[in-house]
């Protein structure tokens, strides 16, 4: 069976680039305009003296310019910044987020400046079709943020053209509470224990058969006897419960940044606690997904 392929020739509506791209500005930096000017006196010098060396001149440079303008164009054309849809970060700290740029052609992109609030992340040439970035990042209110626009510049290839086109990356970045370590006097008012160390053990006791033997203190045992930790009761851990509702004397921000510390010490220390708030229960154990659930509660919650 033969099937005729037929080519489809571009429609104005696909040379018209479309709204949601990016605009791509370009324009002469002073060396550009001072090269414009000189083009422009050089054409006017040679057509009133008929100086036809002279005029042969200034279609060379303005080729030149020419080309100039279009390589530049072509140099920060097509390329694509991919962020993740959120990021969970911490107030009042350094984070970096990572991102991408992608290369949508196979042509390299050579001297290019991305912009962060006026500050130059650094200066990149993009060989390859994707590149991994970082890009630093510090808010110090808790809540929900969008990133700032991102500027690509770059001035290439002869030094007299500039070119830029900014992004808005779809981006959510969820900014919960600094977290701060309560004072001692604090901490008993949780009546949540200063320390948990779920790998120290509390003493020892003969071994029995079906006893794991990681559980084995090996230092205390005998070839003929042998003897097994006995740990902190995990059960006790577990069973704490953190209401927030109790705690109404103290400062809302404060409380919240002390909830922070208590949430991310429990989970550093793999240990569950419940969380209560206005009726509302939250269950932190070793899942990465309760713990940003807290985390994300807090961030968004008023008192």
């Not at 040379?15 to 000189?38: D, H, M, R, V």
């Not at 079906?210 to 084995?216: L, M, T, W």
């Amino acid at each position: 069976m033969l099937v005729k392929a037929i080519q489809k020739f571009p429609s104005l509506k696909d040379l018209i680039p479309s709204l949601n791209q990016n605009k791509i500005y370009i324009y002469p930096n002073l060396n550009g305009i001072g090269l414009g000017l000189f083009i422009f006196f050089c054409f006017l010098i040679s057509v009133f003296y008929q100086i036809n060396s002279g005029l042969l001149v200034s279609i060379i440079i303005f080729f030149i310019f020419f080309i100039s303008i279009f390589v530049s164009h072509q140099n920060i054309n097509n390329l694509e910044i991919n962020f993740n849809k959120e990021y969970l970060l911490e107030a009042e700290q350094n984070e970096i987020l990572n991102f991408q740029i992608l290369n949508l052609t196979d042509e390299k992109k050579l001297n290019i400046d991305i912009v962060h609030n006026n500050k130059k992340i650094g200066n990149f040439n993009f060989k390859k079709k994707l590149t991994s970035l970082r890009l630093e990042y510090q808010n110090s209110i808790r809540g929900e943020f969008y990133l700032d626009k991102l500027i690509l510049k770059s001035i290439y290839p002869f030094g007299v053209i500039r070119t830029k086109t900014n992004f808005y990356p779809k981006t959510k970045i969820i900014v919960y509470p600094k977290k701060i370590k309560p004072t001692d006097s604090l901490l008993s008012e949780f009546a949540i224990s200063k320390n948990i160390k779920l790998d120290e053990f509390e003493g020892i006791d003969e071994y029995k058969y079906g006893d794991n033997y990681s559980k084995i203190a090996w230092k205390k045992s005998t070839i003929d006897k042998k003897y097994v930790k006995i740990f902190s009761d995990k059960k006790k851990i577990s069973n704490s419960i953190l209401d927030i509702d109790k705690f109404n004397h103290i400062n809302f921000e404060q409380l919240l940044s002390n909830v922070a510390y208590i949430v991310k010490l429990y989970y550093a220390n793999k240990a569950n606690l419940t969380i209560k708030h206005k009726n509302k229960f939250f269950e932190l154990d070793n899942n990465q997904q309760s713990l940003n659930q807290i985390l994300k509660y807090l961030a968004y919650v008023k008192n």
